[in-house]
């Protein structure tokens, strides 16, 4: 009977040890818990699938929580309401021609379409807006949403609970290392090997779909300089520490195609010690102007970021300020810092005066009053001769003392590249063809932005891209 019992304790332990090492199994599998996972996952869960969501880092959110969190999407009332002409044929013009025509015109006008609906969605689900409308840092048009709360927390928020209310499994430090598709460079997806913190390895399996939504590779020195020699380790960056790229090369393991790789953009807003986009005194371009260290300006302020980055470039020390005065304060700015706050820690300098400013910065003063009363005369006039800033830039002075000063280097802030995807958001291999089982959102994918992305329509891909992943993913 001892025996007996022994044999039956042996084979019930032996059966537990089997079930815990399998494989894992769910309907949909998520790579990354930033904006675009999370929103994806959220779609999915919401139509009934189980769902889990992959996170490597200790934290959910990546670039996405970091951001601005800003948003382009063509909203006639509230446009209308400021004298806005908007369509999203034109959000389609800017973001194409602004990315120089190198983007799929299908995965953009996917995009522009998509917009306004995947604003709603998430004011639906408690995402909270100012009313006006504003343009973001190289978005072309006034047609940003900036969110109440501070940075991208708010997307965060609203999918990480309606993820949680639907039901969405999240594991975080747990990093995938490679998808399983049947064959190498064949079949179906049907999951990932992915290690935890503890160094275990697991195998996740997906009855329905994998949606690959690990972000850029702006954080990763290596993988950006074999697409960009010049963006060596000195270059600074606004990205997580997590944007490094390995999604786009496992995928590309089992067969995925990518485009557009050499496109990386830089900020022309970089803290000159963090490289990331905080501590600015004023957040619009309405609100400001730029000038070198000679007090001069020397760009459009409203242009492309490329075209902005290239005129920073191209002055001395490759450096600039933000000049805006007490009209033009943001407080809180878009990433939640007061102005006491960036005051105290030197991030930005005030001047009662354009001379007492120009004096904190090392700037020429007459160049500088110079500058700020030529430029006042072009806004009273309505038409910048000297930098063609658009008109619907050009409607504040910059008069009302005190006066802010916030100095910015240019920083590697976004891949344009990444993997070819379909509009349904399937991944498509080299030969072109749809690879079954695998879907992709967000940075991690190419062909939406082109050679340049339109600043506030990264949060409109996740958005857009994100819920077109999961939705099919889950069928
Ligand atoms: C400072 C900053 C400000 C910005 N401001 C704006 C803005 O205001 N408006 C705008 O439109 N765009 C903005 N952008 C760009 C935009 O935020 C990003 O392009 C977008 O949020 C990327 O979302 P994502 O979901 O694709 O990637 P992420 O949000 O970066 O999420 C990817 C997640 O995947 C995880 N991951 C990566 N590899 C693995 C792996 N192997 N296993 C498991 N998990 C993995 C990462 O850790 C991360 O959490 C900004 C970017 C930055 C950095």
Same mark, same amino acid.
């Given at each position: 009977?001892?025996?007996?019992?022994?044999?039956?304790?042996?084979?019930?332990?032996?059966?537990?040890?089997?079930?815990?090492?399998?494989?894992?199994?769910?309907?949909?599998?998520?790579?990354?818990?930033?904006?675009?996972?999370?929103?994806?996952?959220?779609?999915?869960?919401?139509?009934?699938?189980?769902?889990?969501?992959?996170?490597?880092?200790?934290?959910?959110?990546?670039?996405?929580?970091?951001?601005?969190?800003?948003?382009?999407?063509?909203?006639?009332?509230?446009?209308?309401?400021?004298?806005?002409?908007?369509?999203?044929?034109?959000?389609?013009?800017?973001?194409?021609?602004?990315?120089?025509?190198?983007?799929?015109?299908?995965?953009?006008?996917?995009?522009?379409?998509?917009?306004?609906?995947?604003?709603?969605?998430?004011?639906?689900?408690?995402?909270?807006?100012?009313?006006?409308?504003?343009?973001?840092?190289?978005?072309?048009?006034?047609?940003?949403?900036?969110?109440?709360?501070?940075?991208?927390?708010?997307?965060?928020?609203?999918?990480?609970?309606?993820?949680?209310?639907?039901?969405?499994?999240?594991?975080?430090?747990?990093?995938?290392?490679?998808?399983?598709?049947?064959?190498?460079?064949?079949?179906?997806?049907?999951?990932?090997?992915?290690?935890?913190?503890?160094?275990?390895?697991?195998?996740?399996?997906?009855?329905?779909?994998?949606?690959?939504?690990?972000?850029?590779?702006?954080?990763?020195?290596?993988?950006?300089?074999?697409?960009?020699?010049?963006?060596?380790?000195?270059?600074?960056?606004?990205?997580?520490?997590?944007?490094?790229?390995?999604?786009?090369?496992?995928?590309?393991?089992?067969?995925?195609?990518?485009?557009?790789?050499?496109?990386?953009?830089?900020?022309?807003?970089?803290?000159?010690?963090?490289?990331?986009?905080?501590?600015?005194?004023?957040?619009?371009?309405?609100?400001?102007?730029?000038?070198?260290?000679?007090?001069?300006?020397?760009?459009?302020?409203?242009?492309?970021?490329?075209?902005?980055?290239?005129?920073?470039?191209?002055?001395?020390?490759?450096?600039?300020?933000?000049?805006?005065?007490?009209?033009?304060?943001?407080?809180?700015?878009?990433?939640?810092?007061?102005?006491?706050?960036?005051?105290?820690?030197?991030?930005?300098?005030?001047?009662?005066?354009?001379?007492?400013?120009? #004096?904190? &910065?090392?700037?020429?003063? $007459? !160049?500088? *009053?110079? +500058?700020?009363?030529?430029?006042?005369?072009?806004?009273?006039? =309505?038409?910048?001769?000297?930098?063609?800033?658009?008109?619907?830039?050009?409607?504040?002075?910059?008069?009302?003392?005190?006066?802010?000063?916030?100095?910015?280097?240019?920083?590697?802030?976004?891949?344009?590249?990444?993997?070819?995807?379909?509009?349904?958001?399937?991944?498509?291999?080299?030969?072109? #063809?749809? &690879?079954?089982?695998?879907? $992709? !959102?967000? *940075?991690? +994918?190419?062909?939406?932005?082109?050679?340049?992305?339109?600043? =506030?329509?990264?949060?409109?891909?996740?958005?857009?891209?994100?819920?077109?992943?999961?939705?099919?993913?889950?069928?």
């Amino acid at each position: 009977m001892k025996k007996l019992l022994l044999v039956a304790c042996l084979i019930v332990c032996l059966f537990h040890t089997c079930a815990a090492a399998g494989p894992l199994e769910y309907d949909v599998v998520v790579v990354g818990g930033g904006g675009a996972g999370l929103v994806a996952a959220t779609a999915a869960a919401e139509q009934g699938s189980s769902v889990i969501v992959l996170e490597k880092m200790s934290y959910l959110g990546g670039n996405t929580i970091r951001s601005g969190g800003v948003i382009n999407a063509v909203d006639p009332e509230p446009q209308k309401a400021q004298g806005i002409e908007d369509s999203t044929d034109l959000h389609f013009k800017h973001t194409y021609e602004g990315g120089d025509n190198k983007a799929n015109p299908e995965l953009v006008r996917t995009l522009v379409e998509g917009a306004l609906p995947a604003l709603q969605r998430a004011l639906d689900r408690g995402l909270k807006i100012y009313p006006e409308i504003t343009t973001a840092t190289g978005a072309l048009w006034p047609r940003t949403h900036r969110l109440v709360e501070p940075a991208g927390t708010g997307w965060i928020r609203v999918y990480s609970e309606s993820a949680a209310k639907a039901g969405v499994e999240i594991r975080k430090d747990t990093k995938v290392v490679s998808l399983l598709r049947e064959e190498p460079l064949a079949g179906r997806v049907y999951g990932v090997k992915a290690v935890d913190k503890a160094g275990n390895e697991l195998e996740i399996h997906a009855r329905r779909g994998v949606v690959m939504a690990s972000g850029g590779f702006g954080a990763d020195v290596k993988l950006r300089m074999q697409h960009n020699p010049a963006l060596g380790p000195d270059t600074p960056t606004t990205n997580h520490p997590g944007a490094t790229g390995e999604g786009i090369i496992m995928s590309q393991d089992i067969g995925a195609a990518v485009t557009g790789m050499d496109f990386i953009q830089l900020h022309p807003h970089g803290d000159p010690k963090l490289g990331d986009l905080t501590g600015r005194a004023s957040d619009f371009v309405q609100k400001y102007i730029y000038v070198n260290i000679e007090g001069k300006r020397f760009v459009n302020e409203a242009e492309r970021r490329d075209v902005q980055v290239a005129g920073i470039m191209a002055q001395p020390e490759t450096r600039m300020f933000i000049i805006n005065d007490k009209n033009g304060v943001s407080d809180p700015n878009i990433f939640g810092d007061h102005l006491d706050d960036l005051l105290a820690a030197d991030r930005v300098q005030q001047g009662d005066t354009l001379a007492e400013l120009a #004096e904190k &910065i090392g700037v020429p003063a $007459a !160049a500088l *009053e110079a +500058t700020v009363a030529r430029y006042n005369e072009l806004v009273k006039q =309505g038409k910048d001769v000297d930098f063609g800033r658009p008109e619907n830039t050009l409607q504040q002075t910059i008069e009302t003392p005190p006066f802010y000063a916030t100095p910015r280097v240019p920083t590697v802030h976004h891949t344009m590249g990444g993997l070819v995807i379909n509009k349904e958001a399937q991944v498509i291999d080299r030969r072109g #063809e749809v &690879i079954p089982g695998l879907f $992709a !959102a967000g *940075e991690v +994918t190419g062909g939406i932005h082109g050679t340049n992305r339109l600043g =506030g329509n990264a949060i409109t891909d996740i958005n857009v891209f994100g819920w077109i992943a999961g939705t099919n993913a889950a069928k």
